[in-house]
């Protein structure tokens, strides 16, 4: 069994940067593939970037590329999220999640652990 917590949400305003943590424990995560999701209100859950266990290749919503960063250090049994020049259209509850494979996936259905989520929120 593996337990997710994040961290570092938060209200920022537009243009800002936070940086998101998942801390696991339970198990090492260096076999997962890992992945960020997030929930706006009324709205359903969307991926946002994802990293396969050997922290290789990595893959964002078209929303986020070329601002977000995820990244992760097997290690530390940690998952970040580096989140640059952030827009209002950011707020929502983000949700790290461990796949139950090793690789990069942007199906919420192919992630078997969740956290309970990290509010962020930008201002205008």
């Known amino acids: 069994q593996v337990q997710l917590v994040e961290s570092g949400g938060g209200l920022v305003q537009a243009g800002g940067s936070l940086r998101l943590s998942c801390a696991a424990s339970?198990?090492?995560?260096?076999?997962?593939?890992m992945g960020w999701f997030r929930q706006a209100p009324g709205k359903e859950r969307d991926f946002v970037a994802a990293?396969?266990?050997?922290?290789?290749?990595?893959t964002y919503a078209d929303s986020v590329k070329g601002r977000f960063t995820i990244s992760r250090d097997n290690a530390k049994n940690t998952v970040y999220l580096q989140m640059n020049s952030l827009k209002p259209e950011d707020t929502a509850v983000y949700y790290c999640?461990?796949?139950?494979?090793?690789?990069?996936?942007?199906?919420?259905?192919?992630?078997?652990?969740w956290g309970q989520g990290t509010q962020v929120t930008v201002s205008s």
């Open positions: 999640a461990a796949s139950y494979h090793s690789g990069w996936s942007r199906k919420s259905q192919e992630y078997g652990y």
């Open positions: 339970g198990r090492s995560l260096s076999s997962y593939g």
């Open positions: 990293i396969p266990w050997s922290g290789g290749s990595t």
